[in-house]
């Protein structure tokens, strides 16, 4: 069996990795993967080495048209995050899944804010400062217990937990970083 991709194959793999990255930001790894999951799909009888001819090739070609840059991708996935709620924990495990290195991943999370994150993480579910109901003390420990689940550090979660609904708003609306 011949282990070059056909240039069918590698015509395929210029057009998937466009119409990929014309709809999402992806990583490197992420774009290999699903070029290389799509490929034994599409093409029956297709040999491990042209897979990764492929994949390869597409990885290479979005490189080429400037398409792929993983240090945007961190830092974009970073700031999203943080502003929906995620802790510095959950945003450095989510970018090690998605491929990017610790050293990429670190300089990204370099800015973020747990704080910012966890209040705003409590302003989603209804937490601390922005609680809706009587506190008692099977709340209180469901809520504490959100924050360890989601990544936030006890000296963090008690922090919001008791901060007042201003001082929550305040910070807020103070913090333009995100």
């Known amino acids: 069996m011949d282990q070059t991709p056909t240039t069918r194959m590698l015509a395929w793999a210029r057009n998937s990795t466009i119409y990929r990255l014309e709809r999402k930001m992806m990583t490197e790894k992420q774009l290999f993967d699903a070029i290389t999951r799509k490929a034994k799909q599409k ?22 048209q400037k398409a792929l840059n993983d240090v945007a991708y961190a830092e ?14 959950a945003i450095a495990y989510k970018l090690s899944a998605n491929g990017i290195d610790g050293e990429t991943a670190a300089a990204a999370l370099d800015a973020t804010d747990d704080v910012f994150a966890a209040v705003i993480f409590a302003r989603k579910r209804g937490f601390g400062p922005f ?48």
């Open 43 to 64: 093409f029956e009888g297709i040999s491990d080495a042209q897979i990764q001819a492929v994949a390869d090739f597409a990885v290479k070609f979005a490189y080429g």
């Open 76 to 89: 974009v996935s970073t700031r999203s995050a943080v502003r929906s709620g995620k802790s510095r924990k």
């Open 131 to 178: 609680r809706r109901n009587e506190l008692d003390e099977k709340r209180k420990a469901k809520e504490l217990a959100a924050f360890a689940r989601n990544g936030f550090g006890f000296e963090i979660g008690k922090a919001v937990f008791n901060m007042t609904h201003q001082e929550a708003e305040e910070l807020l609306y103070s913090s333009v970083a995100f």
